[in-house]
């Protein structure tokens, strides 16, 4: 039984009168003369008998008189239950994400989430779909919707609990932005137009501040799509990690030799004083004496970690390749993996006979143009025209420069090192050097011209889609107008066969042409950048220009030795020309054979050195974690809901809609059924009743008072 007014039943505290009227005991009125009393000495009053209920039936018809009327006024009603047709009812499309991510590595975390999952499932109604997906940097399913529906009623649960049982958290960053558009783009694909019920993201993070959000940025969220979010805590409140900072190109390559680490402590950390030094073998304990380092919570230190004694090169660098950090309860993020800095020598090959020393000539700007910092020492080779070419010199170059003629024997040994994969850039310095261009791009010959602006000229229509232009397509860095071009040489491009304009000058003459030859390049500049022909070696693009076309050309030399995990190492630098890539040794040992044709390796899925065995040189690079995955700090409450995220805000509208409807229907359920009239004529008639008891109780005392005469 319910009631629509339960509040009333406090009425039936009112049966409480009855007793107390039964117990209250009236002194008689009636006086009697006595003489006077002033002999007599006061004595009070001797209780002979404790006051007693009597007449308990008028008290029980009293009392219950009183609850009848509380129960009536409360409106009682008898529910029946509510069947729910199957057939009937609104499925609900339930997508769980699960974070997989190198920051649930922390001690209670991923059990936690497991519980979580749990939770959902035994919730889930017979008619409800869920799908179960992990996410990292990448979102991978373990239960989808057609694998969900194609279970047996009684093992839907037991499928994706056995999944979920059989991963763990990874070492990758969190990308909750890319995971969260594609759970909404799973729901709103498996539902259609026609979905009826619930469609539902089911959260489970730590969503800690490290969580990449940016592609939700002006993501317009489907329709009939909320987010529900499982906050999971750490046990320990707080974290401090270890973060590899890249060493600068302009560093003095003189200096001493260190290697520079960040650690950062989260605003939520109660820990200051930390440790810092490099790692014995086994990655547990220090190598030597450490570095004390203060951190406040919230704030970040860069520390110099000087190399260990003896250490000058790779090859002296093994078994002492990590950074430890101590002082720190959660050791997910306290290890780097250090490649130590090593110098790749490079040269470049410059065909012609300017002096090194004439600041009038092209070959004088050119070696000023590399400078050697700890990464990388670039040397200009000087080749003059009357002596042989040396094709050893030429074969290790990183690229080749030409700028005056030459003897067509060495034109055509040039141009056999460019189709064998060489790039070249040559320079129309004047007109003498058609004829070895002619010879370089295989045409008999070439019609050029020597052209003077009235005033200057200046490069337009630049592809800045070319790798060799890519440097400077950012707004910021696009403007060529500054360099002045007081003369350069006309040719139609026409007559080069597939050559390609990458900038003209304003007067719609090609500036600079890419012609390629066989697995090489030829680009033509047709003027020089001496300060006879333009400003070019003088401004800010020209050293920019010479290291992009450095960093095309030089086979492996510039590949960086640091990435995070789940970076693409690119594998084209170390199959240039004889050589190629084999397998790779992963940090535990295993190896990973390459398929046939595979240009991208991105199996590097676990934090340490990875070595690429090659058929020229083995290559060592390190892999580290994500530098966000450090900040664990919470994420704000609102920073979903800020991005435009459907939070389940509705939950408790449905609540009180559901309450509502419920109060609707009992209403007219006792509305139906009006108990509480019952309840009335029943008090009435039991108050009949007690009202008579009480007059023949009251007849009956005053027949067995005494009489007096």
Not at 224 to 230: F, N, P, Q, R, Y
Not at 478 to 505: G, M, Q
Not at 576 to 605: C, H, W, Y
């Amino acid at each position: 039984m319910s009631f629509l007014a339960p509040l009333f039943l406090f009425g039936t505290l009112a049966v409480g009168l009855p007793f107390l009227f039964h117990l209250i005991r009236r002194t008689t009125r009636e006086r009697t003369s006595f003489s006077s009393l002033m002999f007599l000495q006061p004595s009070p009053p001797r209780l002979t008998r404790r006051s007693r209920l009597e007449h308990l039936l008028l008290l029980a018809l009293r009392c219950l008189v009183l609850c009848l009327l509380a129960l009536g006024f409360a409106r009682p009603l008898i529910k029946k239950p509510v069947r729910n047709d199957p057939s009937t009812a609104s499925t609900r499309r339930i997508v769980v994400l699960v974070d997989t991510s190198a920051s649930m590595r922390r001690a209670n975390l991923w059990s936690d989430a497991r519980d979580k999952v749990q939770s959902v499932l035994r919730q889930a109604m017979p008619g409800d779909q869920i799908a179960l997906y992990t996410f990292d940097r990448e979102v991978t399913p373990l239960v989808t919707f057609d694998q969900w529906n194609a279970a047996p009623l009684g093992e839907r649960a037991a499928l994706a609990a056995g999944r979920l049982s059989g991963i763990s958290p990874g070492w990758a960053a969190t990308h909750l932005g890319n995971a969260l558009i594609s759970a909404a783009e799973t729901l709103a694909d498996a539902g259609g137009k026609s979905a009826a019920g619930m469609r539902q993201i089911v959260l489970i993070s730590d969503l800690q501040e490290g969580s990449r959000l940016d592609q939700l940025q002006g993501y317009e969220w489907p329709k009939g799509i909320e987010l529900m979010v499982e906050t999971l805590k750490p046990k320990h409140a707080g974290n401090a990690g270890l973060q590899l900072v890249t060493e600068s190109e302009d560093a003095d390559p003189k200096a001493a030799a260190s290697i520079r680490v960040r650690v950062s402590n989260s605003s939520d950390s109660k820990r200051e004083q930390f440790q810092v030094g490099w790692a014995q073998p086994n990655g547990n304990s220090f190598a030597g004496k450490p570095l004390d380092v203060y951190v406040p919570s919230g704030q970040s230190r860069i520390v110099a970690v000087p190399l260990p004694e003896g250490v000058k090169d790779q090859r002296a660098f093994a078994g002492s390749e990590r950074i430890i950090l101590q002082g720190d309860e959660e050791a997910f993020d306290n290890t780097v993996f250090v490649i130590p800095p090593a110098t790749s020598r490079l040269s470049v090959v410059y065909l012609g006979n300017d002096s090194g020393q004439d600041p009038h000539q092209p070959l004088y700007f050119l070696e000023r143009a590399f400078q050697e910092t700890r990464r990388q020492a670039v040397e200009v080779v000087l080749s003059p025209a009357e002596k042989p070419i040396s094709e050893a010199a030429v074969q290790a170059a990183a690229f080749l420069v030409a700028t005056d003629s030459m003897p067509e024997e060495r034109a055509r040994v040039l141009r056999a090192q460019v189709a064998a994969g060489q790039t070249l850039l040559f320079a129309l310095k004047n007109d003498a050097t058609t004829a070895s261009l002619a010879s370089l791009v295989g045409v008999d010959r070439l019609k050029v011209e020597e052209t003077q602006p009235k005033n200057y000229a200046m490069l337009t229509d630049i592809d800045f889609l070319n790798p060799f232009f890519a440097p400077f397509a950012d707004p910021r860095f696009s403007d060529f107008t500054r360099i002045h071009f007081w003369k350069y040489r006309r040719l139609d491009p026409a007559a080069i066969p597939n050559s390609r304009v990458l900038a003209k000058f304003d007067g719609e003459a090609p500036a600079i042409l890419e012609v390629p030859i066989g697995k090489g390049r030829l680009i033509v500049f047709t003027s020089g950048w001496q300060p006879e022909d333009s400003q070019l070696a003088l401004s800010t693009k020209f050293v920019p220009l010479l290291y992009a076309l450095l960093e095309g050309s030089a086979p492996g030399g510039l590949l960086p030795i640091q990435y995070a995990v789940g970076d693409v190492l690119p594998l084209a630098p170390f199959a240039a020309g004889t050589q190629s890539v084999l397998s790779i040794a992963a940090p535990d040992g295993s190896k990973l054979n390459l398929a046939g044709g595979e240009t991208n390796f991105s199996r590097t899925m676990t934090p340490g050195i990875y070595t690429m065995d090659s058929t020229t040189r083995p290559v060592r690079f390190a892999v580290n974690l994500d530098p966000s995955e450090s900040r664990t700090a919470p994420l704000p409450s609102d920073e979903l809901e800020r991005l435009g995220a459907p939070m389940a805000r509705q939950t408790p509208m449905v609540a009180r809609e559901a309450d509502r409807k419920a109060l609707l229907r009992n209403s007219e359920l006792e509305n139906r059924q009006k108990l509480w009239r019952w309840l009335i004529i029943a008090a009435f008639s039991v108050l009949i009743i007690e009202t008579w008891l009480a007059g023949k109780t009251a007849r009956g005392l005053v027949n067995k008072a005494p009489q007096t005469a």
